[in-house]
């Protein structure tokens, strides 16, 4: 028996002083991986904030899927809160990339606008996925020509009221279609819209099955955008790497075909993004590449499909949740339809430009509040008179990080909504159904849902 006691004692010690040493091999490691990247700055590393630079290759990128994964994502944040002081900037390691993470508005507001102190940039996995061409993987100079010349054939006044009529047929027809499925999946569904639109608005053609499988093979990139970057089988990135040679091969496809119709029938009298694209040219005449439209194309795919598709599908559920402001958010769009010239088929931007109130509400879910639950919808009544501080609200950023593509988003949103609480309900199957927060914040079921018809059509 002693014998036993002591076995069992020496295998304590060993235990013990093997888990210490373990332990003291991870404080080292984590040591040198903020050493290796801070001795490249010199004396600048001694303005650093407080922080953990997290473990080699992987960074902190473990606790920030871990906190996203969990039902309190705030908790990555409220980390290094509660270690280092809330002082509203730490340096950590993310997505492949040493970090400085900011969370004071004032600081958050001065970061998109001053481009001398800021350069704008992002993680070398992002570049890869989004494209060297595309605005995320440009220099400062080249970033400022490819905005110049891209922001009329995508934001301009002409381009959105070519956009906003097929947009309204698509919105129109879908959610009659949808009233007839039964059982859907909200979300899905919206997505599938949103990326239907924005392919008509790209490249002008497209079946459903075409459309289908391209949504397939970009929703395969956009997931490896927020994971860790990765490049071996079964990981998201390995997968979204070769999603994006997919999209790349189809979009060159269609780009050369595009040229070849455009030589043996002449430019078309109605012309989409892609057409845009091949005409646009600065002042000195030099005209985007096909390296350049095809990463400028699947940049404004991952800006105006996925988003649009999750802020629509919150704010027609938030909505109903709310029945004070969904009555009020339907009486403007009834007046906008009262309003609307006998002769005038549709809606027309000057229309879009009048949803003040609608705005307000659809302007909530991008403030990034979503997670904090329904009750927070609340503050949409709240946006009348108010003035929120500077860097409070930049729900599509500012300066030369300005969404690209806001103009649009807000276009399909907004029509979408005007349809919407005119004639359809959204009846949720599981409303207690818990939310997930990666990629997006969604719930786990898809929003589960059947869409109701309230009434004939007003237009």
């Not at 590393?45 to 990128?61: K, Y």
């Not at 059982?183 to 997505?191: D, K």
């Not at 455009?262 to 012309?271: F, H, N």
Request: charged fraction near 25%; aromatic fraction near 10%; charge should be positive.
């Amino acid at each position: 028996m002693e014998n036993t006691g002591e076995g069992v004692n020496s295998w304590l010690v060993m235990f013990t002083a093997l888990l210490g040493g373990f332990v003291v091999v991870l404080g080292l490691l984590k040591k040198a991986n903020e050493w290796y990247y801070e001795s490249k700055l010199g004396e600048k590393r001694l303005s650093l904030p407080p922080g953990d630079m997290g473990w080699p290759f992987i960074g902190n990128m473990c606790s920030f899927l871990r906190a996203f994964k969990s039902n309190d994502p705030e908790s990555f944040i409220n980390g290094f809160v509660k270690r280092f002081g809330r002082i509203g900037m730490y340096k950590a390691f993310m997505f492949g990339n040493p970090t400085i993470m900011v969370t004071i508005p004032e600081t958050c507001r001065q970061v998109l606008m001053d481009d001398e102190k800021f350069k704008p940039g992002w993680p070398q996995s992002t570049v890869e996925l989004i494209g060297r061409k595309s605005f995320v993987g440009l220099s400062y100079e080249d970033h400022k020509w490819l905005r110049r010349i891209t922001a009329a054939p995508v934001n301009g006044h002409e381009a959105l009221s070519v956009y906003l009529e097929f947009i309204e047929e698509n919105v129109a027809s879908t959610l009659e279609r949808w009233s007839n499925m039964g059982e859907i999946e909200f979300l899905t569904q919206l997505r599938k819209l949103t990326f239907r639109i924005i392919m008509h608005i790209f490249i002008s053609k497209g079946g459903e099955s075409v459309m289908d499988a391209l949504e397939e093979v970009y929703t395969t990139l956009n997931y490896g955008v927020r994971a860790m970057a990765i490049n071996l089988p079964g990981f998201a990135y390995y997968r979204a790497l070769k999603s994006r040679k997919r999209l790349v091969e189809i979009f060159l496809s269609v780009v050369n075909e595009r040229r070849a119709v455009r030589v043996r029938d002449g430019p078309p009298a109605k012309k989409d993004m892609l057409d845009n694209l091949l005409d646009v040219k600065d002042e000195n005449g030099r005209k985007l590449n096909d390296e350049e439209i095809i990463d400028t194309l699947i940049m404004y795919l991952n800006a105006g499909h996925e988003s649009s598709g999750h802020i629509t599908m919150w704010a027609t559920v938030l909505l109903q949740e709310h029945p004070d402001m969904f009555q009020k958010a339907k009486a403007e769009q009834e007046q906008i339809v009262k309003n609307i010239p006998s002769m005038q088929k549709g809606l027309r931007l000057k229309e879009i430009k009048q949803m003040d109130y609608l705005n307000k509400v659809t302007s909530f879910p991008w403030a990034g509040k979503l997670r904090f639950g329904s009750g927070m919808f609340t503050v949409a009544s709240r946006w009348d008179g108010f003035t929120q501080k500077a860097g409070t609200y930049l729900p599509f950023g500012a300066g030369s990080r300005l969404c690209p593509g806001n103009e649009l988003a807000k276009l399909e949103i907004a029509i979408f909504m005007h349809y919407f609480l005119l004639n359809y309900r959204v009846e949720r199957l599981n409303p207690k159904c818990s939310v997930m927060y990666l990629p997006h914040t969604r719930h786990t079921d898809n929003c589960l849902a059947r869409i109701r018809k309230i009434s004939p059509p007003s237009m």
